[in-house]
């Protein structure tokens, strides 16, 4: 299993698929957008039972852009609301107050600690002197994002063409090329151009259903390639 820790920070400056609220545009998170979880040791597996709650929680990096007048305060940093709910269990609603700190003109970051599971959305609420700004984001994911590497059977040789089946479509893949995530049904993303089937769509609704969080694909796989090219040296 290898764990794309730089999903949660390299990968977000590529996602230019952002959403409006009033006032508010997100840049990350981005739609479907999965983040790899941390354990309270860093690095180590995940412990895990099956039908046990998902353990672990991801630090998600906030980035977003509002005209300037709407968060333009003398201190360089905004007080903000965050209401994140679970779209699986209703009951599950968190709110956090997060600070944003200016970056540049429009653009502010924070981060936000969410526990293993999703989908999530995210709504932001921001109150500047007699003006409410606001915007939301949907869905986000914090679970497992694996690193697929090697040749045509891992990329989209396969004569059938699988989909996800998990209810609630919670395995999504990387766009390397645009930086967006979408569901990983075939074809899947990948650097070679192949667009026939693959077994990744029933191999991420197992792993969805095995450990209880969303899963992230990440296709680097190339066809015709050799085992040796993949090594170190290659």
């Known amino acids: 299993m290898v764990y794309l820790r730089w999903c949660m920070a390299g990968m977000v400056a590529m996602c230019p698929v952002t959403l409006w609220g009033e006032g508010i545009h997100f840049v990350s998170p981005a739609p479907m957008q ?7 040791v860093p690095r180590e ?3 895990h039972a099956v039908g046990e ?3 672990g929680f ?6 977003i852009h509002t005209a ?3 968060l333009n305060l003398p201190s360089g940093h905004a007080e903000v609301l965050l209401r994140v709910s679970n779209t699986r269990d209703a009951s599950q609603v968190m709110d956090k107050r997060v600070t944003l700190q200016k970056k540049d003109q ?3 970051v924070g981060s936000v600690r969410l526990p293993a599971g999703g989908w999530y959305k995210i709504e932001l609420e921001s109150k500047n002197k007699d003006q409410t700004v606001s915007g939301s984001m949907e869905p986000v994911g914090v679970g497992e994002v694996f690193l697929i590497a090697g040749q045509s059977y891992a990329t989209n040789t396969n004569d059938e063409k699988m989909l996800i089946t998990d209810r609630e479509k919670r395995v999504a893949a990387w766009n390397f090329r645009d930086g967006t995530w979408r569901t990983a049904d075939d074809p899947q993303p990948t650097p070679d151009g192949s667009d026939g089937g693959s077994i990744w769509p029933p191999v991420g609704d197992h792993l969805a259903g095995l450990l209880n969080v969303p899963i992230g694909f990440a296709n680097v796989a190339w066809g015709g390639t050799s085992s040796d090219q993949w090594l170190p040296a290659g």
């Open 106 to 108: 429009g653009s502010w």
């Open 34 to 40: 999965i983040f790899q979880r941390e354990g309270f």
């Open 68 to 70: 300037e007048e709407l």
């Open 58 to 63: 991801a630090d998600v990096p906030l980035i």
């Open 53 to 55: 709650p998902a353990i």
């Open 45 to 47: 597996a995940h412990p």
